[in-house]
């Protein structure tokens, strides 16, 4: 059966969804989006994504046409359609065709909604087993002045760069820094480091997308009583954890084995990493929606 893939209300098979090239994401990236993780019938954390998704359209002046529970509706009706138990959601919102001006009141209709839902693709798993080698790259995670990274708006550009310079090392991932040098996130994940038992992540200020796995990971540490700090850090930090993992809905906890050249502690992936990753698959049999 081929894909079945949700444009504005409707189902069309992947040959046939299609968007006019007017459409303003495609010339400016005009739009907001979600990747979101199910897990046997489970949407993970449905509302959290809903919320973001509907905050950064706020931002953007982007009038969501639907509701937060039609969009929800949408979802597990796409789903349904094409049969998936487990599966990735790539929900995108448009602000729909308009003239060729930057101007977004000659938007003729109102925003666009798709949803494509398809089997997930993962980092291999000999790298959760082993870790990933990163690096920081010279592309700058963006100012909070200009396009602000707590947005999930469909300019990824800044983070496309950022994983061209990791892929030209031979890295899979790239660690951003702010213009005053302090780490902020990877291209696609979050990014923690675990030295003396205290797990430390970058506060949401020095620019960052505040991720739903970087959330869950906090509430973790939380229960289990893991001291947790959301403070600036530098790369020399990260040289010197104990353990440092990223996390995102795509690759969900993965360790990180190297960083600019040096072992990150033992160099293999350490205990507090395994605790979190199995304690975020419970996360993933309750939280959510089932559909
Ligand atoms: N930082 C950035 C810049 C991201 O884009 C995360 C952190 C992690 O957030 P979540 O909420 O997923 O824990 C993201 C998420 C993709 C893809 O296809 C990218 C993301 C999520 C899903 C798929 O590259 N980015």
Same mark, same amino acid.
């Not at 990747?35 to 950064?56: A, T, W």
């Not at 960052?208 to 540490?221: F, H, N």
């Given at each position: 059966?081929?894909?079945?893939?949700?444009?504005?209300?409707? #189902? @069309?098979?992947? &040959?046939?969804? /299609?968007?006019?090239?007017?459409?303003?994401?495609?010339?400016?990236?005009?739009? !907001?989006? %979600?990747?979101?993780?199910?897990?046997?019938?489970?949407?993970?954390?449905?509302?959290?994504?809903?919320?973001?998704?509907?905050?950064?359209?706020?931002?953007?002046?982007?009038?969501?046409?639907?509701?937060?529970?039609?969009?929800?509706?949408?979802?597990?009706?796409?789903?349904?359609?094409?049969?998936?138990?487990?599966?990735?959601?790539?929900?995108?919102?448009?602000?729909?065709?308009?003239?060729?001006?930057?101007?977004?009141?000659?938007?003729?209709?109102?925003?666009?909604?798709?949803?494509?839902?398809?089997?997930?693709? #993962? @980092?291999?798993? &000999?790298?959760? /087993?082993?870790?990933?080698?990163?690096?920081?790259?010279?592309?700058?995670?963006? !100012?909070? %002045?200009?396009?602000?990274?707590?947005?999930?708006?469909?300019?990824?550009?800044?983070?496309?760069?950022?994983?061209?310079?990791?892929?030209?090392?031979?890295?899979?991932?790239?660690?951003?820094?702010?213009?005053?040098?302090?780490?902020?996130?990877?291209?696609?994940?979050?990014?923690?480091?675990?030295?003396?038992?205290?797990?430390?992540?970058?506060?949401?200020?020095?620019?960052?997308?505040?991720?739903?796995?970087?959330?869950?990971?906090?509430?973790?540490?939380?229960?289990?009583?893991?001291?947790?700090?959301?403070?600036?850090?530098?790369?020399?930090?990260?040289?010197?954890?104990?353990?440092?993992?990223?996390?995102?809905?795509?690759?969900?906890?993965?360790?990180?084995?190297?960083?600019?050249?040096?072992?990150?502690?033992?160099?293999?992936?350490?205990?507090?990493?395994?605790?979190?990753?199995?304690?975020?698959?419970?996360?993933?049999?309750?939280?959510?929606?089932?559909?």
């Amino acid at each position: 059966m081929p894909l079945k893939i949700y444009i504005e209300g409707k #189902l @069309y098979d992947k &040959k046939n969804a /299609k968007i006019s090239v007017l459409d303003r994401g495609l010339l400016y990236g005009d739009g !907001v989006f %979600e990747g979101i993780r199910v897990y046997k019938r489970l949407v993970f954390r449905l509302k959290e994504h809903l919320d973001r998704l509907y905050e950064s359209a706020h931002t953007l002046m982007l009038d969501m046409p639907l509701t937060k529970d039609q969009m929800a509706k949408a979802i597990c009706d796409t789903l349904k359609a094409n049969k998936l138990n487990d599966a990735y959601i790539r929900l995108i919102v448009t602000r729909g065709i308009g003239d060729l001006g930057l101007d977004p009141r000659k938007c003729m209709e109102r925003a666009r909604v798709i949803i494509i839902t398809d089997k997930i693709a #993962l @980092y291999p798993a &000999k790298l959760y /087993k082993e870790g990933l080698c990163i690096l920081t790259v010279p592309t700058q995670q963006s !100012v909070s %002045e200009s396009l602000n990274p707590q947005i999930k708006s469909l300019n990824y550009l800044n983070n496309i760069l950022a994983k061209i310079e990791a892929i030209n090392a031979g890295c899979e991932e790239a660690i951003m820094l702010n213009s005053a040098g302090y780490v902020t996130e990877c291209t696609g994940d979050n990014i923690f480091i675990l030295k003396n038992n205290i797990l430390y992540t970058p506060p949401t200020h020095v620019g960052l997308l505040e991720g739903i796995t970087r959330d869950a990971v906090m509430q973790i540490a939380r229960a289990r009583n893991i001291e947790l700090k959301d403070e600036i850090f530098t790369r020399h930090d990260i040289y010197n954890a104990d353990e440092c993992f990223l996390t995102g809905t795509a690759a969900e906890i993965i360790p990180v084995r190297s960083v600019d050249g040096r072992v990150i502690g033992s160099g293999k992936p350490g205990k507090a990493t395994a605790m979190f990753t199995k304690e975020f698959r419970k996360l993933t049999k309750s939280d959510g929606m089932r559909y």
